[in-house]
């Protein structure tokens, strides 16, 4: 079993960057295929990146192609989410999550974290 934490999240300006961080506890993440998702105010939870256990594969949700970058330290037990170029439309609740085999739909995951709040203002 692991045991997920976001941070990093916040308010930035449009066109602005943050990190997020993943990080775990209890069972090694580096077990783990980890993927990133975002949840609006009335809208499903949807895909965003995720990357595999040795970091070797990565994939992203076209919506943030060539403005996020997912990836992964596993030495220090953590997997981070680059965001740059924000618009208004990213503001979400944003989740990692973790299991054996890499997934794009939520519903490939086990282990989730509680989230962290991101809002692009414009």
């Known amino acids: 079993q692991v045991q997920l934490v976001e941070s990093g999240g916040g308010l930035v300006q449009a066109g602005g960057s943050l990190r997020l961080s993943c990080s775990a506890s209890?069972?090694?993440?580096?077990?783990?295929?980890v993927g990133w998702f975002r949840q609006a105010p009335g809208k499903e939870r949807e895909f965003v990146a995720a990357?595999?256990?040795?970091?070797?594969?990565?994939y992203y949700a076209d919506f943030v192609k060539g403005r996020f970058t997912i990836s992964r330290d596993n030495a220090k037990n953590t997997v981070y989410l680059q965001m740059n170029s924000l618009k208004p439309e990213d503001t979400a609740v944003y989740y990692c999550?973790?299991?054996?085999?890499?997934?794009?739909?939520?519903?490939?995951?086990?282990?989730w974290g509680q989230g962290t709040q991101v809002t692009v203002s414009s």
């Open positions: 999550a973790a299991d054996d085999l890499l997934s794009v739909s939520p519903g490939g995951y086990n282990y």
């Open positions: 209890g069972r090694r993440l580096r077990s783990y295929a």
């Open positions: 990357i595999s256990a040795s970091g070797g594969r990565t």
